[in-house]
């Protein structure tokens, strides 16, 4: 007999063998139990999560010879064809090469005829968005009233596309990507099964870059499997996908933590050298950063991230070295590089800028927080006072830093002596903001918060001096004026007395154009 992949091989039988779409195998198996079952259904989600498998197990379970049931017995003649896709009544339609109205047309016709073996007649067609609007038309009225023993069942990678009037006559699933550890577990019963030896880091690697698509999953350890020849081990995984070893990031972050621009340098060197993509590593390393973030902040055994435990381990040891924001930092310089990388194409630029950017700003201490004394085996309570400290530590030295640039720059005496030159030079800038600053006065300079204040009346002049860009320029002129970088405070102050101001002469340039304009004379 020719060898059968494992995708196909290990294809789920019925609704329980489903990995990871529990929601969707709930319904469905209710569905059936009841009698309440649509005449169309929609399956929608990712490539290989088990959307064409659900829609045969349901063919099963209405034609099986003890159905309709929710447990087809798979070994029944209904069940058996329909499994190994020659049943007569189980009709599969690629959508991508079979999207025209023609093709519809001919499934209208045949339609009415009624199932020659089975209890139902069942229509599954794959990648429904790819046909074009006149065939979804012809379809519709069918759609809405079908006979009573036909059922469809759509499947789509992208439901956006579906025209509006035929999402309306389905039941719609969504399949969600599988997570890495229940990928895990089923290669685990594969190996199991076929007596493989894998270890479980090869594992976490080839459901990492499965992407959350069991299909893909089988599809890479049968790759996997082909190169080896015989035990598989973790390097094997990455020589066949050409993946990046954990143990590369490990080594890259503690470099830039250690301030050792050079061992950085040498370790992108080295990835490119062997000829792996440096887009790759990039992305790896944003990845790997991310995992640094949440092992930081929550316990050890979060289902956060995905890892095998000895390497869950080590993460956790180099997290509780660097302090939070310096992760949170190293993340936008991430960010920042792979902009970098996109615009001038080329990553390896980006990859060394940010290696040098990262190892100026070395940890200076290695804090221990909950989440890393809790991998060690410390009691929680121990881990909540080593969290606190560790907080009040990095607060007080934030409040330190914010304290010393708070000293007061000049005094009140200083900024109302040069009050005068400070509208003139706003004045330079923006006439209109020189207008609001006559209806307000410094009143009061704390640290390095100056205080306007301004009479009740005068609160439009407050609001419209309140703007993001009418302040930065105020500073702007403040800083030129008295050397002091301040910021603005703006406040409503009871009793304010400004002084009045002069009415302008009726000979001066504004008099004389409002006159003017309006064709009157000056009587006051």
Known sequence: MSYLVFARKWRPKDFDEVVGQEHVTRTLKNAVRTGRLGQAYLFAGPHGVGKTSCAR???????????????????????????????????????ASNRGIDEIRSLRENVKFAPLSGKSKVYIIDEVHMLTPEAFNALLKTLEEPPPFVRFVFATTQPDKVLPTILSRCQRFDFARLPGPKIVAKLQE???????????????????????????????????????????????VVAVLG??????????????????????L????????????????????????????????????????????????????????????QIVTALGHLFVA????????????????????????????????????????????????????????????????????????????????????????????????????KHGRPVKLEGDILTLGFAKRSVFFKEALAHKDNLEVLSKALQD?????????????????????????????IVKSVVDLFKGKVIR
């Not at 944003?286 to 092992?295: G, K």
């Not at 070395?362 to 809790?374: F, I, L, M, Q």
Request: aromatic share 4%.
């Open 57 to 95: 197990i349901l063919a099963k379970a209405l034609n099986c010879v003890k159905g309709p049931t929710d447990t087809p017995c798979g070994a029944c003649g209904p069940c058996t064809e329909i499994a190994e896709g020659r049943s007569l009544d189980v009709i599969e339609i690629d959508g």
């Open 190 to 236: 594969i190996a199991a099964h076929e007596k493989l030896s894998i270890p479980e880091d090869a594992l976490f690697a080839i459901a990492k870059a499965s992407e959350g698509s069991m299909r893909d999953a089988e599809s890479i350890l049968d790759q996997v499997l082909s190169f080896a020849s015989g035990k598989v081990r973790t390097a094997d």
């Open 243 to 264: 993946l990046i070893e954990q143990k590369v990031f490990f080594d890259f972050v503690e470099a830039v933590t250690q301030g050792d621009a050079a061992a950085a």
């Open 266 to 325: 040498g370790l992108i060197a080295e990835v490119a050298g062997r000829g792996k993509g440096l887009d790759h590593f990039l992305d790896g390393l944003v990845a790997y950063y991310r995992d640094l973030m949440v092992l930081r902040v929550v316990p050890a055994e979060t289902a956060l991230v995905e890892l095998p435990a000895d390497e869950r381990e080590r993460v956790c040891r180099q997290a509780g070295k660097i302090p939070l924001p």
């Open 338 to 437: 792979q902009d970098m990388s996109r615009r001038l194409h080329s990553a390896r630029i980006a990859l060394d800028v940010l290696a040098v950017k990262l190892a100026q700003q070395p940890s200076k201490r290695a804090a221990e927080t909950g989440p890393v004394a809790a991998a060690a085996g410390r009691p929680p309570s121990q881990d909540a006072k080593s969290r606190f400290a560790v907080l009040k530590e990095e607060k007080g030295a934030a409040d330190a830093s914010l304290t010393s640039f708070q000293e007061p720059p000049c005094s009140l005496e200083a900024v109302l002596e040069a009050w005068g030159r400070v509208a003139e030079a706003v004045a330079t800038r923006k006439m209109s903001l020189a207008t609001y600053l």
């Open 481 to 509: 004026t008295c050397g002091a970088r301040l910021r603005i405070r703006l406040d409503i102050v009871e009793g304010l007395q400004l002084p009045e101001e002069e009415p302008p002469a009726p000979e001066a340039p």
